[in-house]
Each structure stands twice: as C-alpha cells, then as structure tokens.
C-alpha cells in the first residue's frame, strides 16, 4: 500500500513568516510529486509539481525534494492570510501510471 | 480555460436510491478519476478511467461502479445509496504522455444520504 503521510497540523504562522509544509511517501519508485492547495468547501488547484531532487521555485513558493530520504516539503514565503488553507502532497508512481496518490493534507493558518 | 464541471454542487438522497454522479471535462484528457474526500480520511480513489469504456478499481471501490460512454464524460453510480457514502465527491482529469501533468479537478458534489 502506497501511503503519503503529512502533518495534519494546523499549522500557524504570523503573516509574513515562513511556512514550512513536509510530506514524507512510502513508494520509492515514485517519480513525481504535487503540492495542491484547497480552500475550504473548494477542489484542490494545483500550486507546482516537483520530480528531481533539490529546489525548485515559483514566487513565494519553493518546493524541495530529497528522493533518498523519501521526503517532499513546500516552502511558503511572506506568508499571507490568503495562504490560509489546506495543502496536500500527492505522488505519481512509476512511468504510465496516472493515478495520485494524496496525503491526507496540511491545514495552514497564517495570523494577520 | 480548461475546464472540469460535475452536475451538481448539491445533492441529497434517501438511503437504498440509485444515485448518478456526472463530470464532464473539456480537456479532451483520457485520464479521469472519481474520489471521495471526508475529514480525517483526505482524498480517496474510487474508480479511474483511461480510455473510453476503460475502468480500473481504485482503493474503496465497494458500493459503487462507473461509467465511459464518450471520452469527456465519466459517471459514479451509487447503486444503492448508504448513509456511509455520505461525502464530498470530487471528479478529477488528466492527459496522459507525462508523468508531470497535473490532474484538474471539478467543484465538487457534496451529496448527503438520508
């Protein structure tokens, strides 16, 4: 069983602050990697993906990757109160297969 | 803009109904997928399809079937609706050729079985 494990938080930071959200992942054929965010009472929208080791930046967020360590975290920076929401870690297994499997999701409270 | 639409946003049934859940996507994606989100539980496959009358089990497929006529469209059928199916079902779709593309989902249809 492939599984996708996140803090379930909440997590709380003061507007301005870094948010820090890590997911570790269970499949270590896995080959690429999601970060969505979800409003609440909305569907997931994706934020970036990720599929080689170290960083990769987009604006306030970078996401990062350690495939030996099994481990994903997305990077939030200059938090704002319109952060505020759900963040969930997905994982695609090997090459032609297109199915996610998702964490079970972060919920971040930025503080104004 | 692409696009992921489902039929309702809202639904309430009584238990033992058969209940139809739409999405239609306009992406002309190959790939669709029905989950269930519950709190606590986060998001789970039920069915996914990668061609048109293709279906693969997902993770919790029990209760439930699906349906591919058209390429754009992928139903959940609830055959005989339960209290525990009570949730939000999300319908989500994605091209296939990369392992990178994202999936997009649809805005849900919270459906209460009574």
């Known amino acids: 069983q492939k599984e996708v494990e996140q803090n379930s938080g909440p997590l709380s930071v003061p507007e301005g602050a870094i948010a820090s959200l890590n997911c570790t992942y269970s499949?270590?054929?896995?080959?690429?990697f999601f970060w969505y965010r979800q409003y609440s009472g909305k569907s997931p929208e994706l934020i970036m993906f990720i599929y080689s080791n170290g960083d990769k930046e987009d604006g306030r967020f970078t996401a990062q990757l350690n495939k030996a360590s099994q481990y994903v975290s997305l990077l939030i920076r200059d938090s704002q109160p319109s952060d505020s929401a759900t963040y969930l870690c997905a994982v695609r297994s090997g090459a032609g297969s297109y199915q996610l499997t998702f964490g079970k999701g972060t919920k971040l409270s930025v503080i104004p | 803009d692409v696009k992921v639409t489902q039929s309702s946003r809202y639904l309430v049934k009584r238990t033992g109904e058969k209940v139809f859940l739409e999405c239609v996507q306009d992406?002309?994606?190959?790939?669709m997928f029905w989950y269930r989100q519950d709190p606590g539980l986060g998001l789970r496959l039920i069915y996914f399809?990668?061609?048109?009358?293709?279906?693969e089990k997902g993770d919790i497929p029990e209760g439930y079937s699906v349906s591919r006529e058209k390429k754009e469209r992928f139903s959940l059928i609830l055959e005989s609706a339960s209290t525990n199916q009570t949730s939000m079902y999300l319908c989500?779709?994605?091209?296939?050729?990369?392992?990178?593309?994202?999936?997009?989902f649809g805005p849900g249809t919270r459906l209460t079985v009574l």
């Open positions: 499949d270590r054929g896995s080959q690429s």
């Open positions: 992406m002309d994606h190959e790939n």
């Open positions: 989500a779709s994605t091209s296939s050729g990369s392992s990178y593309n994202e999936q997009f």
């Open positions: 399809s990668y061609d048109v009358k293709m279906k």
